[in-house]
């Protein structure tokens, strides 16, 4: 293990993929951050949250997860739903051979699509004993309603017609195929949340070399197909912070999960004026979610 930046760099060896991340000891509290973003990168919106998290007195780590940033895996930016829960759990293996981590105050908390794999992971991993997200996508329900909630479902099977001619493409020798995850352009985008991410991944306000917004063709198969939520009103029973941007098109998300949860202990937290992107970063809207997670992982962890 090496320290760096006040920090410390390690890696997560679980199924033939590496995880790396950086790693903030705080204080006596024990809370384990997920970093999951679509171009993840731990100084990307989670290490900012975990940052914060830290501050306020929590274990946290951050990593990116496999085929992602500084992580191993090939394809690069293959985006498998299923690998991204199952680096949570690995992350959770490392977490409790530290001496300094209470086993049973283990939190997770996620980003975007990481906070829809944080749920799903947070259901099958019972050593998970919270969790808080912001912003949070169902990536299998974007795909099949939309990012505001109100397409048709059948709208999406053109999706596994392209994923199936990539794989075929790529098995007879082809180049690994790729789709970008934010527009080419502000102007280019279909919504305000789009046109934020443009901003988001492809300018210096959080844009990131080893971070090239595209993810494989081939990985539709299984986000257009995966249900972050499913059997949340048997599983969920952990208690549940979603907080979400009053402004942002995927609120919905948020405010269902809080809904469906199994569980005694679930909220939602509406943040006036954050939209989904700003929630990331914007020191107002990060400031408030935080005035929310701290406390909530205080009570619970």
Known sequence: MQHQAGCFLFELRRKRTSLSGHQTPRLWWRYYHLRWCPESLNHYTVGLYAKELAQAGFVTLAFDASYQGESSGEPRQLENPYLRVGDISAAIDYLITLDYVDNDRIGAFGVCAGGGYAINATMADRRIKALGTVSAVNYGDMYRFGWDGTEEPGQCLPFLDLAAQAMVDEANGGATQYLPTTPASAQAAPN?????????????????????????????????????????????????????????GTRWMSEAIAERAAGNNNYSYIVEGGTHVGMYDRPRLVFAAMGRLAPFFNEHL
């Open 192 to 248: 305000a949340d789009l046109a934020e991410a443009y901003e988001y991944y492809r300018t210096p306000r959080g844009e990131h070399s080893n971070a090239p917004s595209r993810f494989t063709t081939r990985s539709l198969a299984q986000l257009v197909t995966f249900d972050a939520f499913n059997n949340a009103e048997i599983f969920l029973t952990q208690p549940l912070l979603a907080i979400a941007g009053s402004d942002a």
